[in-house]
């Protein structure tokens, strides 16, 4: 492929892009880059079937930046029990805490939903290859791909409004074992009386033993989040975030939200899911 062409590989869903910087060299083993990106599916497609159903902490703590004028607020740290049964991702806050995910802030599809939706050849979205990434210590093959509302598994919740968005999702793949190393979502382009203006996550991944065997599974996490006062009457964006009024009327916040995965350990029978 040319330096500074964007060209579509017909009939494939996958097009590469070169417009600032060189390809990089085409892994070995493979004649072409859809051969590349669909050994990279079919690998995160048994990453996922492999999973068992299991148990994990999560642990997040975060801080919000108001302005102007600025006030940075930290986040009350909240642990969640995740379950994953059959699939499905389950969250359960812990230790009988009444703080709640700031509204907006994405849990979902850390384990699997996103993953699978970035590679899902029914939904209609255009991989692209962007370049390379270093990716704690590997050279990563970087994927992105933009999905649509209609075919999102993310859902953003405030105010008792909910919309479910289009968004572009980016993967960086080991060119060696096509394992995903790291995964992100990006939300931007939000309605204008939204309160929610953009949103995203990073999500790495690593080995984790669960029972007698070690699985790739997310490690750590990172989310994104912008507020903001829409027109009209004014919204107390503390009280989103903290649920109590805030000292002041402030029309944007900056919310930053670090996760980390630990405690993987089996899903047992007399194990249960708590709504």
């Not at 009457?233 to 903290?242: A, E, G, M, N, S």
Request: aromatic share 8%; proline share 7%.
């Amino acid at each position: 492929m040319q330096t500074g062409a964007l060209r579509l590989l017909a009939g494939l869903g996958i097009c590469v892009c070169a417009a600032a910087q060189q390809l990089p060299p085409l892994p070995a083993g493979f004649e072409s880059w859809p051969d590349f990106v669909h050994a990279a599916a079919a690998q995160a497609d048994a990453q996922i079937g492999a999973l068992p159903d299991f148990i994990c902490t999560r642990t997040a703590s975060g801080s919000a930046r108001f302005g102007a004028p600025i006030s940075i607020t930290p986040l009350p740290p909240w642990d969640a029990e995740v379950t994953y049964l059959s699939g499905q991702e389950h969250y359960r806050v812990l230790n009988g805490q009444s703080v709640s995910t700031p509204a907006g802030v994405i849990t979902g599809g850390e384990f699997a939903a996103t993953l699978r939706a970035l590679f899902d050849p029914l939904n209609g979205a255009v991989r692209r290859i962007r370049g390379t990434e270093s990716i704690n210590g590997t050279k990563a093959i970087q994927v992105e791909a933009d999905i649509s509302a209609e075919r999102s598994n993310i859902s953003l919740n405030v105010l008792k409004r909910s919309l479910r968005p289009a968004y572009r999702g980016e993967c960086w793949i080991d060119p060696s074992s096509r394992k995903t190393l790291r995964l992100s979502v990006s939300i931007e382009d939000l309605p204008g009386d939204f309160v929610i203006r953009s949103a995203g996550q990073t999500v790495d991944f690593g080995w984790e033993r669960i029972g007698d065997k070690t699985y790739w599974l997310p490690v750590r996490a990172e989310s994104r989040l912008k507020l903001m006062s829409p027109p009209g009457p004014p919204v107390d964006l503390y009280q989103i975030l903290f649920g109590r009024a805030g000292s002041m009327a402030w029309k944007t916040a900056d919310v930053t939200v670090d996760v980390t995965f630990s405690h993987y350990r089996k899903f047992q029978a007399e194990s249960r899911i708590i709504p």
